[in-house]
């Protein structure tokens, strides 16, 4: 006999506080935050989402990151057997949808494809870094601290509370940040592997090396245009998303139900 506790059904609000969990890469933004969830269905212990992305011809390896990513977080919700992922509206929907729904690597659906979808992740998660490091680094700027300072803080530097507190000079001073850049920025670091490396150093530049004092601003500049560059990406995908939701259009998807 079982001794596992019977967790019931998840909710609608807990899959959907894990779907918030999931990003589009491109972006680094959530995929509930970006408006892609079309509808969330649970029956007893199974899940089902379907989700459309601003464009058809959105890189079918983002696709594939997003659907994996969904179906990950939801099925480690207690209470969640099953979880069934559908894309919609998308020219290689029907290949993703089988593909994740059947355990498939993306190489087995898309031979052809240059690159695997680990490179591409990759590369993404790179550049999220960045942006997420120059929001970092601006907060820290703006609270006091001189370039010098910021570019020799290490991660037990920082003591993570709401503010958070940046310690220098010996850690005899601290120095109160918003959390949530410094909090958003850890995260993207523990992910690409900063955290764990043989450098202390919180910052770093684009080629994972600690921050040299003299190229202090060259660095943050780098950091800036990514920011730039996926903040005028998001606002291309908010106007191409708003445009396929419209009332008026018709869908471009049957509405098919996930077996």
């Not at 079309?38 to 696709?63: K, N």
């Not at 190489?107 to 680990?118: H, K, Q, S, T």
């Not at 560059?229 to 018709?250: H, T």
């Amino acid at each position: 006999m079982s001794t596992e506790p019977d967790v019931g059904s998840p909710s609608i609000a807990a899959v959907r506080e894990r779907l918030d969990r999931v990003t589009d890469p491109e972006l680094d933004e959530s995929i509930v935050a970006l408006d892609y969830i079309d509808d969330i269905a649970i029956e007893g212990r199974q899940v089902r989402v379907t989700f459309t992305l601003p464009t058809a011809w959105c890189s079918p390896a983002f696709a594939w990151m997003m659907a994996t990513d969904a179906r990950e977080e939801v099925e480690a919700l207690p209470g969640v057997s099953r979880t069934r992922i559908r894309l919609r509206e998308h020219m290689h929907e029907a290949e993703i949808t089988r593909g994740i729904n059947d355990g498939l690597a993306f190489a087995e659906v898309f031979p052809d494809a240059d690159g695997g979808v680990a490179e591409v992740r990759a590369t993404l998660d790179a550049k999220a870094r960045l942006a997420r490091q120059y929001e970092a680094v601006d907060a820290l700027l703006e609270a006091g601290l001189e370039p010098e300072q910021v570019a020799s803080l290490e991660f037990a530097d920082l003591w993570l509370e709401d503010p958070a507190v940046a310690f220098v000079r010996g850690r005899s001073v601290g120095v109160s940040v918003p959390a949530e850049p410094i909090d958003s920025y850890l995260e993207k670091a523990r992910e690409t592997g900063l955290a764990g490396d043989d450098h202390p150093e919180l910052f770093r530049t684009p080629e994972c090396d600690p921050i040299p004092p003299d190229r202090f601003e060259l660095v943050q500049k780098r950091c800036r245009l990514a920011t730039v560059n996926m903040g005028g990406q998001g606002s291309v995908c908010e106007a191409l998303n708003e445009a396929r939701r419209d009332e008026d259009r018709p869908p471009l998807s049957p509405d098919e139900h996930i077996p």
